[in-house]
């Protein structure tokens, strides 16, 4: 589609289009950004095709943006009014106990050997996996297993401790 094709369909069907939006969902700037972004999506596809034969593709478009926006706030409100978990609730004595086992890993991570911490924090924190980590260090990937296996049992000690 040409430039002039483009911008004569945009001004001749922009505000059908708007108001076409507007009549399903009642919001005139949610409306007017749905018309925007179809008209946009359609200019990206550079479709061969004369202008008159893009309305009902316009329309579509146009319907399937306000759906998927409609099931987007849909789910975002039913998320925003669900009432928390009591698990999300701490009492100060949990809150505590949690900042003393927080500090505490953090120590035992300061202590842990560098070759082990570097495969754990690896693994853990950028969630890695053992065949990733191997080439990353040029190491095995059994070489990486017995890192983080002696990691894991240097935690498990330190954290036992406390």
Not at 3 to 24: C, G, M, Q, T, V
Not at 134 to 152: G, P, Q, W
Request: charged letters at 40%; proline letters at 4%.
């Amino acid at each position: 589609m040409k430039r002039e094709d483009f911008k004569r369909l945009f001004n001749e069907h922009f505000d059908p289009l708007r108001n076409y939006i507007y009549y399903r969902c009642g919001d005139a700037e949610l409306a007017t950004d749905i018309a925007q972004d179809v008209f946009m999506k359609l200019w990206e596809k550079q479709l061969d095709k004369p202008p008159e034969e893009l309305l009902g593709l316009l329309y579509k478009m146009a319907k399937d943006a306000f759906i998927s926006k409609y099931r987007r706030s849909k789910t975002e409100q039913e998320f925003i009014a669900r009432p928390p978990d009591k698990d999300e609730i701490q009492s100060p004595e949990e809150e505590l106990s949690y900042k003393e086992l927080k500090q505490s890993y953090e120590r035992a991570l300061k202590e842990m050997p560098e070759i082990q911490r570097e495969v754990f924090l690896m693994s853990r924190n950028e969630e890695l996996k053992y065949h990733e980590i191997a080439d990353r260090l040029e190491l095995s990937i059994k070489a990486v297993e017995k890192r983080m296996k002696n990691a894991l049992q240097f935690l498990r000690q330190a954290l036992a401790v406390q």
